[in-house]
């Protein structure tokens, strides 16, 4: 996934996060004034194409904010391979943020340390509701049947990015729908040094991402309905190599994708090395790499056979950026009026139109700006396709073990080792085993 750049949060354990106190916060305010704290700090995660253009999106809209409130908001933009280590030191020193953005797969973990403002009915309708949002973005907000640890900020959705020209010299017509069909397009493009389709082995988060949806098409899930690791079903054991035999079987990965790490499949895809990558909300990184936008197409991203649906025809991990408060901040109200905000229709239009993201808010998705057919097949798969990874405090410790495993399987089938249903189910195993017991 472009933004979501969760390679942090597989390295750190379940042991840490557990061990995050409910005593994070900002540290705005005077100690035993009764002055109201005019000033927030918010630590922004970097959506943009480096820190500085997320600085230049962000400071006028926090300007417009400050000249309606009088609240200065102080903005650090927080590069992904710091975020979460920043988080829990922050919740164990309470030396952090009023505001901060989290990536939307480590809600239910920081919910479990306790210090995040858990956004009940009060706390939503004092932002304009709950029902202002996107179903599927709420999911992925916290553990069921808990009142949510942040609030949805950006949406993002996995398709399938196919390179034009690449398809047209192939006498392609249209894209693959399906996985049996995506294997026998890539052969077809797997020819004079190019590949049909890119992906990233080392990378741990994008490596859960995409078998965790096969394991939705193959009826499995990574954990049981009360929580525990189920690593090695059935259903699991063929997602995994039905992903890794994209590479090992039907030869449509590059060996060396196996090492690749964050973002060197789409550097191979804008390089028209690869023709095909499943990814989340690319275009603008594909503009930061010189592709013309009528370079490249978008389509759902494949199933076992039909059209993208619930259930089993899942074919994308809801993606996205959640806000969240500290809370025991100093400015609570302070901090509750710039979520709401930042979750306002209005700055929802223009926050994610800059981002090149789907806004979560229900209304703001009616605007113009997110009709454009790339768009409208994210917004479609949020809508209708896309499920929330598992909402379990053990998260971040899932995409580790399970994310290496596959990982380990990738660099099997790069050395020409086989991939059996029995190899995938030993690694499959050896992870469950790093799980902790329920």
Not at 39 to 65: H, R
């Amino acid at each position: 996934m472009r933004r979501i750049r969760a390679a942090a949060v597989g390295a750190v354990t379940l042991s840490l996060v557990l061990t995050a106190a409910a005593c994070g916060g900002g540290s705005t305010g005077t100690e035993g004034s009764n002055e109201r704290p005019k000033t927030l700090t918010y630590w922004a995660s970097n959506q943009g194409a480096n820190l500085e253009v997320d600085k230049k999106i962000l400071q006028p809209e926090l300007d417009k904010f400050e000249k309606e409130t009088g609240i200065e908001v102080k903005l650090e933009v927080v590069p992904w391979s710091d975020l979460l280590n920043r988080i829990l030191t922050a919740t164990t020193s309470g030396q952090g943020p009023d505001v901060l953005n989290i990536g939307n797969t480590w809600s239910a973990s920081l919910q479990a340390g306790g210090a995040l403002l858990p956004w009940d009915e009060k706390n939503f309708e004092a932002i304009g509701g709950r029902d202002r949002f996107v179903e599927s973005a709420l999911g992925s907000t916290g553990a069921q049947g808990q009142d949510p640890a942040a609030v949805p900020l950006y949406s993002m959705a996995y398709a399938l990015y196919y390179n034009k020209k690449m398809f047209a010299d192939a006498g392609i017509e249209k894209p693959p729908a399906t996985w049996e069909e995506l294997a026998e397009t890539g052969k077809r493009l797997s020819r004079d040094g190019t590949w049909g389709l890119g992906a990233e082995g080392s990378n741990l988060s994008n490596n859960i991402h995409q078998v965790f949806v096969l394991a939705k098409q193959h009826g499995a899930d990574f954990f049981t309905a009360d929580g525990r690791a189920d690593f090695t079903s059935d259903g699991a054991v063929a997602a995994v190599k039905q992903y890794v035999d994209l590479m090992a079987k039907d030869k449509i990965i590059a060996p060396g994708n196996a090492e690749y790490a964050q973002n060197q499949s789409l550097s191979d895809f804008a390089k028209d090395k690869t023709a095909m990558v499943l990814w989340q909300t690319a275009s603008a990184t594909f503009a930061a790499q010189g592709m013309d936008e009528d370079e490249w197409g978008v389509a759902p991203a494949p199933v076992q056979s039909g059209k993208p649906g619930p259930g089993k025809a899942t074919n994308s991990m809801v993606a996205g950026i959640n806000m969240a408060v500290f809370k025991n901040t100093k400015n609570i109200d302070g901090a509750k009026k710039f979520v709401k905000f930042m979750t306002s229709d209005e700055e929802q239009v223009i926050l994610n139109k800059a981002y090149g993201s789907i806004p979560p808010v229900k209304a703001a998705q009616q605007d113009p700006a997110f009709s454009a057919p790339a768009l409208t097949v994210l917004r479609d798969t949020l809508a209708d396709s896309a499920t929330a990874l598992p909402q379990v405090p053990e998260e971040s410790q899932f995409e580790t073990v399970v994310g290496t495993a596959v990982k380990e399987l990738f660099a099997d089938a790069a050395a020409g080792r086989a991939v059996t249903t029995e190899s995938v189910r030993a690694k499959l195993e050896k992870a469950q085993q790093q799980m902790p017991e329920k």
